[in-house]
């Protein structure tokens, strides 16, 4: 079995500790990241075709005309991306998931809701970068890759660190 494009996979969950410090006692370093209130998306990427799929693995790629934007503005020619998308208000908060939410499966008159409702990727992780499968690759890894080709304005805010102050930050 191996990661292909446009072949969307379940989504990794993430696991719970009861605290920093449980985590860090059980896995030493550890990638810490904000918990983001958004809808869960897959993007699949090959050239100019962009496929974006929910957490369920229906593809939406016609509601969220967004989120293929900037997935093609990315310098990378096959890419798998996990991620949430979200809607932000005026002053950059993002909004509740029902809010987000309203936009998905939408159709119609999607004009008038990109500028009423508009959607940003934010990306987690990578599975997949130019012909090469990263799943089996460390976390770690991979957000550095993903670092290196995201703007920051769409990569979730995200640490790496052994140290329980840090983390608690």
Known sequence: WSIRLFQPVQPWLA???ADVDEALSELGEAAFEYKLDGARIQVHRSGAEVRVYTRALNEITPSV???VEVALALPASDLILDGEVISFNAESRPQPFQVTARRFGR???LDRLRAELPLTPVWF???YYDGQPL???PQSERFTILRGISPAANLVPHITTSSPEAAAA
């Open 135 to 137: 799943i089996d690759h």
């Open 107 to 109: 159709k119609m008159d």
């Open 65 to 67: 005309p967004e989120v």
């Open 125 to 127: 992780d990578i599975l």
């Open 15 to 17: 696991q719970i500790a």
